[in-house]
């Protein structure tokens, strides 16, 4: 149990601190069709490139707010350490989730995480929320903002 003990220490001491900043992530044609093919979204905004281009204002195709949404674990393998003991981490969910800017296509994102809470849920358990901010390369709106809980496990 003390190494739970010392993985809740140190999320506590770094309350209010960035966790780390991921990789880029290219969103390309491809992976949106990709992502409108399995979640049954192929509204022409994302899928249809001539025809988003003629009568959308985005100047051609965007992302799906929850393509964008689902790279959250993507991120997270890139920046969140994996604490000793841990055996794993799962989604636990999102808190105030809000799309505010469109990710059009081909452009690349990263995920920017800040540590904001920390539950002991049980002697294997701790749940960690931390604000997740979503940035476009090359502009200064994100493209969502939300509050992610992830619960990880010990041995």
């Known amino acids: 149990m003390s190494m739970i003990n010392d993985a809740f220490a140190s999320i506590q001491h770094s309350l209010g601190t960035e966790i780390g900043v991921s990789d880029w992530q290219l969103i390309d044609q491809a992976m949106i069709d990709a992502f ?6 192929r509204q022409f905004i994302h899928n249809d490139p001539v025809r988003a ?3 959308a204002p985005f100047g051609g195709t965007i ?5 964008v949404l689902s790279l959250a674990s993507r991120f997270a393998f890139d920046t969140f350490p994996k604490m000793e003991g841990q055996v ?7 808190d105030k989730v809000r799309f505010l800017t469109p990710v059009p296509c081909n452009a690349r994102v990263r995920g920017r995480f800040i540590a904001k809470d920390v539950v002991q849920k049980s002697e294997t358990q701790l749940l960690q929320t931390s604000a997740m901010t979503v940035e476009i390369e090359g502009t200064s709106k994100p493209a969502l903002v939300a509050n992610w809980l992830t619960l990880a ?3």
């Open 36 to 41: 409108g093919t399995v979640t049954l979204d």
């Open 153 to 155: 496990v010990f041995n």
């Open 88 to 94: 794993m981490g799962m989604n636990y969910g999102f």
């Open 53 to 55: 281009k003629a009568e």
């Open 63 to 67: 992302a799906h707010g929850f393509l």
